[in-house]
């Protein structure tokens, strides 16, 4: 029964309320070591870059990468996050 349910912290909210399914949650795309910030403020992910251009590549082309790949700082961050 819901009303019986007591969570760890001693509040009394429903259930779910502070389960957290994975540990990085409340990290940013924007806090991560791995994270390359671009001149207009927002990041592309350093692991995905390794990953698609595993040798070195033609600047033009990573640079037309980021272009498409970047996304806010604020963005949630993955499972792969790295704290720096």
Known sequence: MMSDY??????????????VPDASMGD???ECARALWLSDGSVV???????????PADPETVVRWAEHAAFPPTEAACRDFEAG
């Open 45 to 55: 992910c350093g692991a995905e870059l390794e990953e698609r251009f595993p040798a």
């Open 28 to 30: 940013t795309c924007g």
């Open 6 to 19: 007591e969570p760890g912290a001693g509040a009394n909210l429903p259930a779910g309320c502070y389960d």
